[in-house]
């Protein structure tokens, strides 16, 4: 039995608003995270692809907060798009405080055998883009002296699954880099954070069935924002992932690779 | 694109449809060469809100506010918004909707699609007065702006039309402003049938919502005994605290078998429920949701009927005859002693319902949920239809599964001015079923 017993009001109390910068606005996760930063006060600045549904994102957080919310769009695969969307957030947020990379993509799994482009479009999205994103705002944290990069991997990279191959992939590589970029930046005051959400209820999982084990994205996004002040820098949410992972992961590879999971 | 149907709150009928999320308002809804039917939260009782065949659209992903003009309390937000979210956004800024049903779990747009009614009936009328506009995506491709005063027609065939004159995008709802989050309320028991009558007239004038419980197996000088529960939203009671609701905490987690619900053990559910109140009148100050909401305490409480699900009777008689019809209908009810515990009866106002299709009109309602025992249900069904048919009263589309098509019709004779107004690209198990 699995409830979800917390209030939808009053937001945990935090110190101070925050300008924080979202990629992938337009994500069920993006959007919860988003909607309970707008309700404690943050400055929103969001980022993606579609500017209609930035928009359709943005009134929702400006009605509920009050608050004018920042939008653009950007080429997520060029340096240089990403660069200039940092500055123009900068601007409007006044400092950035916490960027959020939250973008992703799956691969139909009801297709058999992906195209090259299919496959080549799953890397970009779940591995390249977050790593060009990182790159920029890890310069603009090291020059302000700090700053939090949250960048929302998955389960899916703890241990490669034929289900969802390339995905899980990119997601793996996207935490050796994180563990990595961490290193490089200890001394600076800039936090990395990598969560790892488990399945949740959004519409890159709509195509299947939903089980005990879904959580909602509200769930989720209530534990990133956490992440962005306090606690762990690698995040299972919900919690119940970090364990059922650990057992995945200690299954030797000789039996795993027979399973169908 | 996905195996499983979404059900309905009844749990029946059980139905095939394909599913094809609606995600974005931007885009257009995914019309197909199937017919298709927008999808909310599945509160609706019967096969209303299903498509046997055809596809089905679940539509909470739109669930972005628009705007909110704190000064007026006029919001607009996308379809697939629910109550529950509504309240939390609008209680702590002091305003409430203007029309809540016995459940906060359902769509703005499955509000407007169904015209739903309320405790405050009698005041308010239906959720639809109160929609400023809305807009409607059909399968044209257009998109319209509807209201009283713009593409009327398929404003008051939209309120109440079941889903069928297109797909609901958006809508602009009055709220009313309150200044606590708490409710005054009393509830008295009554003992009969009579005693209802007396006492809802008189407190329809002093309270803004007014509901009443009914023991449906008590017989002969009991029946129709009960509890009255009347209301108001506090005035600021001391601190005049706005507070939202919490999330419920229970579940219930699997289905109950089907000798668990029967005579005896609701008629002990019943007598503890109705000397619970132990004085014959009680006062005293709850929040909003206990009152409002008393079930949705308790998620997947329709587990509680069984596998093989349970139907929702919902019939309005005209106040006229309408005594003798309800106590009629009482008599058939609690001799087949199929009835469960949840039984509700409501006097509806003057206030015109605004929809062509709208199920409330003057008179006494009366609902009640009913365990599926097959062939014994269906008789005992026959036989309210007739008293509802005789009485000039309806039923309510929302709660139903099993109406005859000809009973439909005669209900609304109005069905054939809005068949006009429907979408050809939308349909329901429940149309297709009443004009068969």
């Not at chain 2, 931007?26 to 299903?50: F, I, K, Q």
């Amino acid at each position: 039995m699995i409830s979800h017993t917390h209030a939808t009001f009053n937001p945990m109390p935090y110190l101070e608003p925050q300008g924080l910068l979202i990629f992938g606005g337009t994500s069920a996760i993006a959007q919860a995270v988003a909607r309970l930063a707008a309700a404690r006060g943050d400055k929103i600045f969001l980022v993606g692809r579609d500017l209609e549904k930035l928009a359709i994102v943005a009134r929702d957080l400006e009605a509920r907060s009050g608050r004018t919310v920042g939008v653009t769009s950007a080429d997520f695969l060029s340096a240089d798009s990403v660069e200039a969307v940092l500055g123009q957030a900068g601007k409007f947020l006044g400092r950035i405080d916490v960027v959020l990379i939250a973008h992703g993509m799956m691969i139909d799994p009801t297709v058999p055998a992906p195209s090259w482009a299919q496959i080549e479009e799953c890397l970009r999205v779940n591995f390249l883009s977050p790593v060009l994103i990182a790159e920029a705002a890890a310069r603009v944290f090291s020059r302000q002296g700090g700053g939090t990069l949250a960048i929302i991997g998955s389960v899916a990279g703890d241990r490669g699954r034929r289900t969802i191959l390339h995905y899980g992939a990119a997601k793996g590589g996207l935490e050796r880099y994180a563990q990595g970029l961490r290193g490089r930046l200890r001394d600076t005051g800039v936090r990395v954070v990598l969560i790892k959400p488990g399945m949740v209820d959004t519409p890159m999982t709509a195509h299947l069935r939903k089980g005990l084990l879904f959580a909602q994205p509200e769930t989720v996004a209530r534990r990133i924002l956490k992440s962005f002040t306090s606690g762990p820098e690698t995040v299972y949410t919900p919690w119940i992932w970090c364990i059922i992972m650990g057992i995945i992961k200690v299954i030797p590879e000789s039996i795993f690779k027979k399973l169908t999971i | 694109m996905s195996g499983v149907t979404p059900a309905s709150w009844g749990r029946l009928p059980r139905t095939l449809a394909q599913v094809h999320p609606w995600h974005w308002s931007s885009n257009p809804p995914p019309w197909g060469t199937e017919p298709v039917l927008a999808y909310g939260l599945g509160r609706s009782y019967g096969d209303s809100c299903l498509n046997d065949g055809g596809v089905l659209v679940p539509t909470r992903s739109l669930d972005h506010l628009v705007a909110f003009d704190a000064a007026t309390g006029e919001l607009t937000c996308e379809a697939g918004v629910t109550l529950d979210e509504i309240l939390q956004f609008a209680v702590p800024r002091g305003w409430f909707l203007p029309v809540v049903p016995g459940t906060k779990y359902v769509t703005v747009g499955g509000a407007i699609a169904n015209d739903i009614h309320g405790k405050n009936h009698h005041r308010a009328g239906t959720f639809g007065r109160h929609v400023q506009w809305l807009e409607l995506a059909r399968s044209d491709g257009r998109r319209l702006h509807c209201s009283e005063t713009k593409d009327e027609a398929l404003f008051h065939a939209t309120l109440g039309g079941m889903g069928l004159t297109g797909f609901i995008a958006q809508a602009s709802i009055r709220l009313r402003p309150i200044t606590s989050s708490a409710m005054e309320v009393v509830s008295r028991r009554f003992e009969n049938l009579a005693g209802f009558f007396e006492i809802a007239g008189e407190a329809d004038r002093d309270f803004e919502y007014t509901v009443a419980w009914v023991d449906c197996l008590a017989r002969g000088k009991k029946l129709g005994r009960g509890i009255f529960l009347a209301g108001n939203h506090a005035t600021t009671s001391g601190t005049g605290e706005l507070r939202g609701h919490r999330l419920p905490r229970a579940r219930w987690p699997f289905d109950l078998p089907e000798f668990a619900l029967n005579r005896w053990s609701v008629k002990i559910f019943n007598e503890l429920y109705y000397h619970k109140q132990w004085s014959a009148e009680k006062h005293g100050q709850i929040h909003y949701d206990p009152f409002f909401f008393p079930l949705d305490s308790i998620r997947d409480w329709n587990r509680l009927y069984g596998k093989r699900g349970f139907f929702q009777y919902q019939s309005v008689v005209p106040i006229r005859d309408g005594q003798a019809a309800t106590a009629a209908m009482l008599e058939r009810i609690s001799h087949s002693g199929q009835a469960s515990f949840l039984a509700v009866l409501k006097l509806f106002g003057d206030p015109v319902s605004p929809g062509i299709m709208s199920f409330p009109r003057p008179g006494i309602t009366l609902a009640l949920d009913f365990p599926n025992r097959g062939e014994a249900t269906a008789r005992l069904f026959e036989d309210l239809d007739a008293i509802v048919r005789e009485a000039g009263g309806a039923l309510y589309p929302a709660k139903d599964a099993r109406m005859r098509g000809e009973d439909f019709r005669r209900f609304y004779p109005q069905w054939e001015a809005f068949s006009r107004q429907m979408d050809p690209g939308c349909s329901s198990s429940f149309w297709r079923r009443v004009m068969a």
